[in-house]
């Protein structure tokens, strides 16, 4: 039987911490930028970790178990 291949559109967002948990990057960050006041892109900056509704899903789509 032929390995399990990656889904590729996951792998580009998802991230998986040495925990094993898994973090995701933020939405809202890559145009319409003047309005958002400072403090608000900068949280966005920071990955976010992902709920636990959707750990599941991700996984299998990472192949991770």
């Known amino acids: 039987m032929p390995k399990m ?3 590729s559109g996951a792998a580009k967002r998802f991230r998986v911490k040495a925990s094993g948990r898994i973090k995701r990057g933020q939405s809202h ?3 319409i930028l003047t309005k958002k006041s400072t403090k608000r892109k900068r ?11 959707d750990v599941a899903p991700v996984r ?4 991770l178990s």
């Open 5 to 7: 291949k990656t889904k």
């Open 29 to 31: 960050r890559s145009h």
């Open 43 to 53: 949280h966005l900056r920071r990955p976010e970790g992902l709920h636990e509704a």
């Open 60 to 63: 299998r789509m990472l192949r």
